[in-house]
């Protein structure tokens, strides 16, 4: 009776000392979060790790938001790479990542040009919080990473899930618009090269577009016309002719201003080609003359 009265004593006592135990990790946990909200972020990093270490001391692993909890706490307190490689135990634990987490992976790993994590990270965000705080962010980030690997449909489909302001942006817009060329959408990519125009007149993307349009306008419709009255070289063809050709001629004032100005930016023999076709149309010889020199030169 002794015997097992004793027993009992013991059961008793090992478990009122794990209660209390299990008690005093429960308010170390809180004590811990409460330091990470209050953005004392060493201190909680040193609460979260010293969580982590009772469990471990015992050949457990800790609850796997120990784990991400103490990895924020040191990626905020400047140790990122300590900070990563708890986050990165708590996904291999238990596949656990929350909106913050990926953000901390993706800048990180963006900051090392491991591209390959990087665009992990991003997708994996892009498929879990398709509405989160960070998504203007990670998709532009997925823009810049799909162009670099010629995904270039990947890549379109990353841009327009990017609002404005940032969608409205010189550099994100002449990616968007390297993507529909080559995914052979040329209406779209025609809208966004003007866009780029109105916003900065003197962008290649948008100033060679706008030239170009302008040029092309009026040189089919003047081609056409000569053509018109070459079939019938009548009296009455040769006045529709100067009737139609005439409107054009400020058309071809338009391309000039805009191909000199592109020329005189980017100095292409393409450019200085064109410019003396228009200055051949406004019956210029001479400076036809020069630029057709200046595009000979220059090839």
Do not use: W
């Not at 708890?86 to 901390?104: F, G, R, S, V």
């Not at 993507?179 to 809208?191: F, I, S």
């Amino acid at each position: 009776m002794l015997k097992h009265t004793l027993l009992l004593y013991i059961v008793v006592a090992v478990a009122l000392c794990g209660c209390g135990a299990s008690k005093k990790l429960v308010a170390e946990r809180q004590t811990a979060n409460r330091l990470f909200y209050e953005k004392k972020y060493d201190s909680a990093a040193t609460a979260f790790e010293n969580i982590i270490r009772h469990y471990e001391d015992k050949n457990i692993s800790a609850p796997t938001d120990v784990y991400a909890s103490a990895g924020k706490s040191l990626y905020y307190s400047g140790k990122q790479d300590e900070g990563i490689e708890l986050l990165n135990k708590a996904t291999n634990k238990a596949d656990y990542d929350d909106e913050l987490t990926l953000i901390m992976k993706i800048k990180y790993y963006g900051g090392k040009d491991n591209h390959t994590k990087e665009l992990d990270n991003l997708e994996k965000y892009q498929n879990m919080y398709r509405n989160g705080d960070e998504i203007q962010y990670v998709s532009i980030r997925l823009l810049k990473r799909y162009m670099q690997m010629n995904e270039y449909a990947k890549a379109q489909k990353a841009y327009e899930q990017i609002k404005d302001p940032e969608a409205s942006e010189i550099e994100l817009m002449e990616l968007y618009h390297t993507a529909l060329t080559k995914n052979g959408q040329k209406d779209k990519a025609d809208l966004v090269a003007q866009k780029i125009f109105n916003a900065d007149p003197t962008n290649f993307i948008g100033l060679s577009y706008t030239a170009r349009k302008t040029f092309d306008h009026a040189e089919t419709a003047y081609v056409a016309a000569i053509k018109e009255y070459e079939a019938k070289k009548t009296n009455a063809a040769y006045r529709t002719m100067v009737q139609k050709t005439k409107p054009l001629i400020e058309e071809f004032k338009k391309a000039k201003t805009l191909y000199t100005k592109l020329y005189n930016l980017y100095k292409r023999p393409v450019d200085a080609e064109i410019l003396s076709r228009i200055y051949t149309r406004l019956n210029d010889k001479k400076n036809a003359a020069t630029y057709a020199k200046l595009a000979k030169s220059q090839k």
